[in-house]
C-alpha cells in the first residue's frame, strides 16, 4: 500500500512539473509585444516627393514600413505641418503599406503604431516629414529680341537726337513679352 501511495505522489509530481512546461513564447510577454515599425516610404525629409498625380491639387501617396509578426494591425497618423492638424489617422491597417490621397504643395509629418490584441504595449516608429510637391508652373522664358532695323553692322548717322530701332521677339508660351 505504501509502494501504491508512494507512485501516486511521485505520479502527481511528474504530471505537474509537465503541465507547468509549454511554449516559452506564449509565457514571454515580450515576445508578444509589438516591435517598432521602421518606415521605408517616403523618405523622411523627402523634398518635392510627388506621389501619384490624381489632379491639380491631390496625389495619391505610397506609405509603408516593416512588417512584424506580433502585430495584427498598424494605425497610420498624417500632420500637416503648416497648421499642425491631423489631416488622417487610419485604424485596423492590417498590412504594411497603404496608399492615401493628400492635398499637394504641403509639408507633412507620418508615424505607424503597431499594435496586438494580446497586448495593451503597442510599437511606434520614428517621426518622419516630407513634402508633398505641387505641379510646377511651366513658363519659358521669351526668345530673345532679333534686330530689323538697322541692319547689324550698319553704320548710323545721326540727325538729331533720336534715332528708330525695330526689332521682334515671341514667347513659346505666348504671354504678353515686352522688349525694352
Known sequence: MRKIAKTGIVGSFWLLVLSCGGDSESTNPLALT?????????????????????????????????????????????????????????????????????TKGIPYAWTVTAKSSKTEETGESDLWTFFLASDGIVNYAPFPAALLTPKSGE??????????????????????????
Open 155 to 180: 553704320t548710323l548717322r545721326f540727325s538729331g537726337t533720336a534715332s528708330t530701332f525695330s526689332w521682334t521677339g515671341s514667347d513659346p508660351d505666348s504671354d504678353s513679352v515686352l522688349i525694352k
Open 34 to 102: 509589438p516591435k517598432n515599425p521602421v518606415l521605408a516610404k517616403p523618405l523622411n525629409a523627402a523634398t518635392c516627393f510627388e506621389g501619384t498625380s490624381l489632379s491639380e491639387t491631390i496625389s495619391r501617396v505610397d506609405f509603408q514600413w516593416s512588417a512584424d509578426e506580433n502585430s495584427e494591425s498598424y494605425e497610420l497618423t498624417i500632420v500637416n505641418l503648416n497648421t499642425n492638424l491631423v489631416v488622417t489617422k487610419l485604424l485596423g491597417i492590417e498590412t504594411n503599406t497603404i496608399r492615401e490621397p493628400l
